[in-house]
């Protein structure tokens, strides 16, 4: 594994030499926290949403949901649920629910090695993670193809680079280079040496999960006692719907809060195939996996950090196929930060679409999953920068794209300021009827940052955009990727706690062998 | 002129040809009237609202507007406001400004010659129209030109059969091949003619207007004094910012109120250049200007129907050109509906973009304003479909992506039903976890209108989609304009009104051309 340790070596090289040449830098806004200003949209009445609530609750007592883990059924049966040990399924009391769920904290903080990327989940707070895990990745040059390593360091590069990504939530592309039983220790060693944001532990194993906590402890150089009062890193739970947790799922889950770090419950519905054909059957089943694996969290150890999430979609009834960024889509997130505030819960919800190519497809669906975001106020959107085609593609140039458009939407959230310089009564009658504002002295105070400039965005006319050649927004994209790869730098990690790593690393990829064989 | 009444001759023994073909047709929603489910958002709070508020009425009162019209000038003078007859300067006392604003009716009703396409405007109610009036238009195969007379009728057969156009909001391309005295009344004639919606007169001239206004009511049947009572057409009144209207704008709002029909007030600032750089300011102006005009509206005509619009966006402060679909316009779009509210009063936005090609950026910028729409909730969207380049071009294909990304955001409008059988209680119980709902009896039972049908975007995975050619977003669209085309239906004129019409554009053809020798 040489190798890798010398792509982040040589790329530091790199960059240290680039940064010298004195080109402006891409305009990005800064990193900074994100609140939403003004009050979430709710599609459903208080009567309506208890409905729902209620029949979440009569499936979670009559019905059930089953856990294919004996750790979780015995966490179940301990705390004096229904367990039916041979179909391996749980029926909750609707008390015994709504009282364990009760000890999930409304807000957390994640902290981060650089304690100016923490992570504050809760409240009003918006946090925005990378497109995570697709199988593929693609550029405009070296075209569609299966994910390697160097993918995706470069991708990480990008992802702590781009600002508008506060933290990570799993591989922006799968390296599949890499051997499967030890991908997780490179993956997570490029995580803590080429980022210094929270990431996530995967739970796809127990050893991912716990190789994953203890990294990213040593990453922050504090000891365990200290890693489970002050948590740095999250996992996803995923339902395997309808109600259903699978093994590593729900093991994970529990490991994790057993460790006190954060899980996402992701319900993962497809409306019309593991989920009702109605929303309002869809809402009711998603929100009964979602507060039994709430409960679980909190049976294990009251307390734990767990975020209301949504994956839910409908299905194309044509093909089957599971389609994202539809007006299901955006209804469904917008119901679901309903329940998540109704529990007192942070909120999930992602930036998703079907579209094959970065054309406006690709960017109306999304921008239907950000405005959802905008209306149902999720304290966490996920996928927010890079995906494509259902997932299965990172696009490099989907990355700037998305970044434009979440940068856009940022700007939105900006509070209006409004006082008496603001109000420009003065300036209003020194230009008076038929003047104009482009030397008036309000604009030559406040005219740098007074509106958003662009990244991506063409804002010359025809004529002139012909003249310069016309080029295409996925060309300018793709340039954009290539000068922040170049003014990527690599934060600072201290020696003692690199080396430490990379022992860690060399310790368990040996096990691992040994182990497998 | 025969050959534009030939034009649509043909186009309609074409279309009764193609009818035959059996065809599935292009799948869009049914017409229908879209109301907003849910509470608009406000990005000012109440005091803030009033500061912005208090401030436009000390503009007025202490800045003044300038109305370059002998006849709006003694309007006002009637009413009792302070006018300096050299400056062509109105100042408004707040007293006077809020008396006169409370005659304007909260909703009215815009009598189509088909009466299911008439237009509530007013209350929740959103109505959606065309882009308006660019120099040029675009297709895939005929590339970016001047508008034609026959573009335009294109344009308005798209616009009639398109059932997310719910009105049509001026010219959809300019037909600049007709001459400029005459064209009014060949356009407007191609209004009720290939359309049965209802259609908008033209401010420029008092003749456009009056033409306008008379063959709107010949096409309906009735006579003027039924058609002060039931309006049928309305226009748009722009401003001249700062503080400024044109002669022709002025007199055409007192035209129009005079005969009873709709105006729009619509404020065109580009905040840093014609308004005050922050957004406060730039509030503050258009809110002065609005209420100005509206205030007039009333002081001709107490009663007059009156739109509160808003065109206002910002400039690149790099250039000095004005940019839509930005963070601000989005800001700004979703205040304004904030203070048409605060006056009781409809209001209009827009569906717009700076954008030169139909890709990721046209459609980023068109959602961006679409979900300040669905935020601000306008009652009237104009520019709804086909808008490119800060409004220099219509784009056919543009006008299909449009319907599509309305549509969608048509389908988030409905409401979630809830009751007994859609909260799919037995349903999830007969499933059961880990089974699925594909052949459930609530999937059998609404499979076929669940979810929403896409009538552009592509659902295929990449390697299927890449097997059948890969073919592009424009290029569907492209197809589907053609289909459209081929589909559309002129709705039935009774042949007396139909003569009627011609005869009256032939006697006013003769008369302008006289005029102008």
Same mark, same amino acid.
């Given at each position: ?7 982040? #070596? ?12 004195n080109r402006r830098k891409v305009p990005q806004l800064p990193y900074r926290n994100l609140d939403f200003p003004y009050a979430p949209t709710n599609l459903l009445s208080e009567e309506q949403l208890e409905e729902i ?15 294919? $883990? ?8 301990? !705390?004096?649920?229904? /367990? ?15 009282? $364990?769920?009760? @000890? ?11 304690? +100016? ?41 990008? *992802? ?13 592309? +799968? ?6 039983? @030890? ?14 944001? /929270? ?15 203890? &990294? ?8 365990? =006692? ?9 996992? %996803? ?20 809060? =057993? ?22 059957? @869809? ?42 960024? @539809? ?8 119901? $679901? ?24 497809? !690709?960017?109306?669906? $999304?921008? &239907? ?20 085609? %259902? ?5 490099? #140039?989907?990355?700037?794209?998305? *970044? =434009? ?11 209006? +300021? ?12 020194? /230009?008076g009827p038929g003047g104009h504002y482009l030397g008036s002295k309000l604009t030559m105070k406040r005219f740098k940052d007074a509106f958003y400039e662009p990244l991506l965005t063409s804002w010359e006319n025809y ?28 934060? /600072? ?6 080396? +430490? ?17």
């Amino acid at each position: 594994m040489e190798t890798n340790k010398k792509e982040v #070596e040589t790329s530091n090289e790199r960059n240290q030499s680039s940064k010298q040449a004195n080109r402006r830098k891409v305009p990005q806004l800064p990193y900074r926290n994100l609140d939403f200003p003004y009050a979430p949209t709710n599609l459903l009445s208080e009567e309506q949403l208890e409905e729902i609530h209620e029949t979440s609750l009569e499936v979670l007592e009559q019905v059930g949901v089953a856990f294919l $883990s004996k750790r979780a059924l015995s966490v179940f049966k301990a !705390a004096g649920a229904d /367990v039916d040990e041979t179909t391996q399924r749980v029926r909750l009391d609707r008390n015994l629910v709504m009282e $364990s769920i009760k @000890t999930a904290p409304s807000s957390f903080t994640m902290t981060a090695r650089n304690p +100016e990327r923490n992570v504050l989940m809760g409240g009003t707070r918006l946090n925005i993670s990378n497109a995570t895990t697709p199988p593929f990745c693609s550029d405009l040059k070296g075209g569609r193809r299966v994910g390697t390593f160097e993918d995706y360091c470069k991708l990480l590069k990008l *992802c702590q680079h781009l600002n508008v990504v506060h933290f990570l939530y799993g591989y922006p592309v +799968e390296p599949q280079d890499l051997p499967v039983e @030890t991908r997780h220790l490179d993956a997570y060693l490029a995580y803590a040496t080429l980022t210094d944001k /929270v990431w996530r532990a995967y739970a796809t194993s127990e050893d991912a999960l716990r190789d994953g906590v203890e &990294m990213a402890r040593i990453a922050r150089g504090i000891d365990m =006692e200290q890693m489970r009062g002050e948590p740095s890193l999250l996992s %996803n739970i995923n339902t395997n719907s309808p109600l259903q947790y699978g093994g590593s799922m729900a093991d994970g889950l529990i490991t994790m809060a =057993e460790l006190g770090q954060p899980v996402v419950i992701s319900v993962i519905e497809m409306a019309g195939a593991t989920s009702p054909v109605t929303l309002a059957g @869809t809402m009711a089943q998603q929100n009964a996996e979602a507060l039994a694996g709430v409960a679980l969290s909190q049976m294990v150890n009251p307390g734990t950090p767990v975020i209301y999430g949504s994956f839910t979609s409908n299905i194309n009834m044509r093909s089957g196929s599971f389609v994202l960024g @539809t007006p299901e889509f955006v209804q469904i997130g917008i119901m $679901s930060g309903q329940f998540a505030r109704r529990y007192g819960l942070p909120f999930k919800f992602n930036n998703s679409c079907t579209s094959n190519a970065i054309d406006a497809q !690709a960017a109306y669906e $999304s921008q &239907m999953s950000i405005w959802a975001c905008m209306m149902g106020q999720p304290n966490f959107l996920a996928h927010g920068v890079g995906w494509l085609e %259902n997932g299965l593609t990172t696009s490099f #140039e989907k990355m700037i794209v998305d *970044c =434009e458009m979440l940068q856009m939407a940022s700007r939105v959230l900006e509070p209006i +300021e409004i006082n008496k310089e603001t109000l420009a009564f003065d300036d209003i009658k020194d /230009v008076g009827p038929g003047g104009h504002y482009l030397g008036s002295k309000l604009t030559m105070k406040r005219f740098k940052d007074a509106f958003y400039e662009p990244l991506l965005t063409s804002w010359e006319n025809y004529v002139t955009w012909q003249k310069k050649g016309g080029v295409d927004l996925v060309t300018r994209a793709h340039d954009i990727v290539n000068q922040m790869l170049d003014e990527y730098e690599e934060p /600072v990690l201290e020696p003692s706690r690199r080396e +430490e790593l990379d022992a860690y690393v060399e310790r368990r990829r040996e096990e691992i062998q040994t182990s497998v064989g």
